[in-house]
């Protein structure tokens, strides 16, 4: 069992930056695939990035629409999952979630909601013109 919450939401200007925080349980942090996702009002909840581990150290992705604006990272001695964004726009306005994959249970799918089996509530991030 993970269990995975985020925190660092908050209201901001475009052009603005803030940081979300993932804390996730559990023996196989390191290796666990970390996702952010996130879902606003009427829409589907869609994929922001994620980092994935391999031999050669973890590796990132990320949706075209965060693509050199948002950066995924980890502490795996905090057992931390983190999304810096920068330059946000109002349409990175939604509720973002964390999510978490045990290296057992990676099936490479990164982008996709049914990959994941571990999900946080949600942080609202707010973005105004």
């Known amino acids: 069992q993970v269990q995975v919450e985020e925190s660092g939401g908050g209201m901001v200007q475009a052009g603005g930056s803030l940081r979300l925080s993932c804390i996730a349980s559990g023996p196989t942090f390191s290796r666990n695939t970390m996702a952010w996702f996130r879902q606003a009002p009427g829409n589907e909840r869609e994929f922001v990035a994620a980092?994935?581990?391999?031999?050669?150290?973890?590796?990132?992705y990320y949706a075209d629409s965060v693509k050199g604006r948002f950066t995924s990272s980890r502490d795996n001695a905090k057992k931390m999952a983190y999304l810096q964004m920068n330059s946000l726009r109002p349409e990175d306005t939604a509720v973002y979630y964390c999510?978490?994959?045990?290296?057992?249970?990676?099936?490479?799918?990164?982008?996709?909601?049914?990959?994941?089996?571990?999900w946080g509530p949600g942080t609202q991030v707010t973005v105004s013109s």
């Open positions: 999510a978490a994959d045990p290296p057992t249970k990676y099936d490479g799918q990164y982008y996709s909601i049914r990959e994941y089996e571990y």
């Open positions: 980092i994935t581990w391999t031999w050669d150290g973890d590796r990132p």
